[in-house]
C-alpha cells in the first residue's frame, strides 16, 4: 500500500496542486482546508480524504496526521507562522511522520528584516528536530501567480503597476512548484536532506513578463514601475491583512535588488518534478483564460478604473508603526538577502549549474 501524505493548506496555490498531483498518481491523501469550498469539493471528488481543521489548533493536526506516513507543510503569509509550525512539528512527532516537504523561501535568512522570513529560515531548522523524519526544502522564490494579482489593470487598461524596478526573476508556476513537492514527497529516499528551489526556465525582465501577459491578451501591456507607497496603497484598497501587506512591502525590495535573479533559472522542475518548467508565455495563457479579470467587458473596464480611484485615496500602511506595535522581534543586523553575506554564501551565483537528482515519477513504493 502506498503511504498517505497529509496536505496542509490544500485548498492555497501549491497545497492544492500538491494534492491533485499525488492523487493522480494514485496517492491516498489526506487533504487539512479551513473550510468547505469548491476546491475542498473538488479536493473530494478527486479522491482526496478532507478534513477541515486549524492549524492554529494541535488537536486539528493530530486528528489531520492520524495514519498519515508523509506530509506537505505549507504556512500561508499570515500572522505567527511560527506558532502553526511549531504545533505542526509536535503533531508530526507524535505521529512519528517518516518525511515532510517544507515550502520555505528563496529569500530564508536569520537576519532577513521580514518576520516571516526570519519564522521560515527557524522552520527550516526545526523540521530538523523531529525525530526519524527526513525533509525535503522546496526553496521557492516569488511566484509566477503573484503577478496575476494585477490582472485587472493588465486586462482592462493595459498596464502591470507592481514596484518591481528591474530586478528579474524566473517565474515558477504554482504546478510546477508542486511538481517538485510531489517528486520528493514520492521518492523521498532520493531527496531526503535537499534542497530544490523550482523556477520557470527564463530568467526575465518586468516588462518582458508584462510583454507575456499582452500576448496572451492579445494587447499591449506595459509596465509600471510604481512607488512603494502606490503598492501600499493598493493592498490597503485591496483590504489585504496588515501583516501581508508589511511582509510584502520586504519582498519588493529585494525583487528590486534582483534577488530572485541569483542562480535562476534551475532544473528542479525537470529533475525533480519529471516535467518540463511552464514558459511565462504559457502560465500567462492560463490566467488570460480562466481570470474573470481577464475578460473584456464593461464592468470589468468600470472596475478597474474604480480601483485606481480606491487606490488613489486608500492610506498606505506605516510599516514601522505597525512592526513596532506588534512587537516584531528584529534581528540586531537587519539586511536583505543581496546584502547579507551568510545568504550570498549559501546561494552561489553559479547555484543553477547544480543538477538536482533524477526523480522517477511513477515509481512504486
Not at 37 to 61: C, F, P, Y
Not at 111 to 126: F, G, K, N, Y
Not at 156 to 169: F, H, K, S, T, V
Amino acid at each position: 500500500m502506498k503511504p498517505k501524505t497529509l496536505v496542509t493548506s490544500a485548498a492555497g496555490k501549491t497545497g492544492l496542486s500538491t494534492a491533485l498531483q499525488l492523487l493522480e498518481r494514485d496517492y491516498p491523501v489526506r487533504a487539512l482546508v479551513r473550510r468547505k469550498d469548491a476546491r475542498s469539493q473538488l479536493l473530494h471528488k478527486t479522491g482526496a480524504e478532507v478534513v477541515v481543521g486549524d492549524m492554529h489548533d494541535i488537536d486539528s493536526l493530530r486528528e489531520a496526521f492520524t495514519g498519515c506516513q508523509r506530509a506537505y507543510w505549507c504556512a500561508p503569509v499570515e500572522a505567527h507562522p511560527l506558532h502553526k509550525m511549531s504545533l505542526f512539528a509536535i503533531a508530526a512527532a507524535e505521529a512519528k511522520v517518516e518525511h515532510i516537504v517544507h515550502l520555505s523561501q528563496w529569500l530564508s535568512a536569520s537576519s532577513h528584516p521580514s518576520l516571516a522570513t526570519r519564522e521560515v529560515w527557524m522552520m527550516d531548522q526545526i523540521l530538523d528536530w523531529i525525530p526519524g523524519a527526513t525533509v525535503t526544502i522546496n526553496n521557492t522564490g516569488w511566484f509566477a501567480d503573484n503577478y496575476a494579482l494585477v490582472m485587472l489593470p493588465m486586462a482592462q487598461l493595459g498596464m502591470m503597476p507592481m514596484p518591481l524596478g528591474e530586478g528579474r526573476n524566473a517565474p515558477p508556476s504554482n504546478d510546477d512548484i508542486a511538481a517538485v513537492n510531489v517528486g520528493a514527497l514520492i521518492n523521498p529516499e532520493d531527496h531526503a536532506g535537499q534542497t530544490y528551489r523550482p523556477t520557470g526556465p527564463e530568467l526575465l525582465t518586468p516588462q518582458e513578463i508584462a510583454d507575456a501577459f499582452g500576448r496572451a491578451l492579445g494587447r499591449t501591456v506595459r509596465y509600471d514601475n510604481a512607488s512603494m507607497k502606490m503598492f501600499l496603497k493598493a493592498l490597503a484598497a485591496q483590504k489585504r491583512p496588515e501583516f501581508a501587506q508589511s511582509q510584502l512591502a520586504h519582498y519588493v525590495v529585494d525583487y528590486q535588488q534582483d534577488a530572485f535573479a541569483r542562480g535562476a533559472p534551475t532544473d528542479a522542475v525537470e529533475k525533480v518534478g519529471g516535467r518540463r518548467p511552464q514558459t511565462m508565455d504559457e502560465i500567462a495563457r492560463h490566467y488570460a483564460q480562466t481570470d474573470p479579470d481577464a475578460r473584456q467587458t464593461v464592468i470589468n473596464k468600470v472596475r478597474a478604473f474604480s480601483f485606481l480611484a480606491k487606490i488613489l485615496t486608500a492610506t498606505p500602511l506605516d510599516r514601522e508603526k505597525f512592526e513596532t506595535s506588534r512587537e516584531h522581534p528584529m534581528s540586531r543586523t537587519p539586511e536583505y538577502a543581496v546584502r547579507d553575506g551568510a545568504w550570498l554564501a549559501a546561494h552561489p551565483e553559479n547555484s543553477h549549474l547544480r543538477s538536482a537528482r533524477v526523480t522517477t515519477i511513477n515509481a512504486a513504493e
